[in-house]
Nanobody, 115 residues
Framework: QVQLVESGGGLVQAGGSLRLSCAAS????????MYWYRQAPGKQRELVAS???????NYADSVKGRFTISRDNAKNMVYLQMNSLKPEDTAVYYC?????????WGQGTQVTVSS
């Protein structure tokens, strides 16, 4: 049974930092591409960052230079370090994994950035 469990969300002031974590189980973690998505109220879910099995990363333009995705294959964990947070970063953040043709999502963690 595949499980992705996010943690680390919370309330932070603008300019602050948070580190999200996603613990994966039930998969061969090292061969999965891992993603962070987010969904703000009334908006579509959007891709924030991705990291391949060999560590190649991609970021949405809106978070480049502020967010860093990383993974620890030994611990089956993926992280999202978020710095210089802005009120527009407020959203539910979701972890996702893909290993074609399979995709799984976590339940999400709320991030709220106050101005």
């Amino acid at each position: 049974q595949v499980q992705l469990v996010e943690s680390g969300g919370g309330l932070v002031q603008a300019g602050g930092s948070l580190r999200l974590s996603c613990a994966a189980s039930g998969i061969i973690f090292s061969i999965n591409i891992m993603y962070w998505y987010r969904q703000a109220p009334g908006k579509q879910r959007e891709l924030v960052a991705s990291i391949t099995s060999d560590g190649n990363t991609n970021y949405a333009d809106s978070v480049k230079g502020r967010f860093t995705i990383s993974r620890d294959n030994a611990k089956n964990m993926v992280y999202l370090q978020m710095n210089s947070l802005k009120p527009e970063d407020t959203a539910v953040y979701y972890c996702k994994r893909s290993q074609y043709p399979y995709v799984s999502w976590g339940q999400g963690t709320q991030v709220t950035v106050s101005s």
